[in-house]
Structure formats: structure tokens, C-alpha cells
């Protein structure tokens, strides 16, 4: 099975920037991250396509956040920029063969991200 395990979430202070990774244990077509932030519900951040370079963004991250990825090193990244407090929420890695399967596909650990503000 796809393991995944995320790194790069910490503290970091309103309007800075960090970078999150994801390495997966295979390659997998369609890889991407969701949120969680306290008291609110599970929500879609971004996704991408390993072939093709379709990227995929929720609407209150784009322009912020920007996904890519590594195909030599099955691993995805997730650039956030102009981070805001209401950022702040457990990031999950997500692997699946198409987008409509990602919320069922794998899922790693999360990493916590705060935003001071």
C-alpha cells in the first residue's frame, strides 16, 4: 500500500511562507493535500497530476498556494505564501489514481500548521 508521510509544518508568522513536502512510497498518479482546522470540517487545498501538470486549487488558496511536484523522488510539495491565521490547521498528504478518488485514496499522518498572527 502508499505510504505517505508529510514534513515542513511548524510555527511561522502571518504573511511568511512555508513549504510543505509529501514523499509517497510509489508513484501515484494523482497526489495532493487537504486541511483540517480547528472546529471546521475537512476541506480540498490542492492537487496535481504527476503527468500532464494539471494543478487543482481551492478557491481560498489560490494565488497563495501553489502545488507541484518531483516525479524522480515521488513527492509533492505545497508552497504557501501570504499565509494567514485562518490558515492554520493539520495539513494531509492524499494519494489516489484520479482527482474524484482522492478523498478515499491514502492519506498521511498530517503535519500542523500555525499562524501566528
Known amino acids: 500500500q502508499v505510504q505517505l508521510v508529510e514534513s515542513g509544518g511548524g510555527l511561522v508568522q502571518a504573511g511568511s511562507s512555508v513549504r510543505l513536502s509529501c514523499g509517497a512510497s510509489?508513484?501515484?498518479?494523482?497526489m495532493g493535500w487537504f486541511r483540517q482546522a480547528p472546529g471546521k470540517e475537512r476541506e480540498f487545498v490542492a492537487a496535481?497530476?504527476?503527468?500532464?501538470?494539471?494543478?487543482y486549487y481551492a478557491d481560498s488558496v489560490k494565488g497563495r498556494f501553489a502545488i507541484s511536484r518531483d516525479n524522480a523522488k515521488n513527492t509533492v510539495y505545497l508552497q504557501m505564501n501570504s499565509l494567514k491565521p485562518e490558515d492554520t490547521a493539520v495539513y494531509y498528504c492524499?494519494?489516489?489514481?484520479?482527482?474524484?478518488?482522492?478523498?478515499?485514496?491514502?492519506w498521511g499522518q498530517g503535519t500542523q500548521v500555525t499562524i501566528s498572527s
Open positions: 492524499a494519494a489516489a489514481p484520479s482527482l474524484a478518488a482522492l478523498p478515499r485514496g491514502a
Open positions: 510509489v508513484r501515484v498518479n494523482l
Open positions: 496535481v497530476r504527476w503527468s500532464g501538470d494539471e494543478t
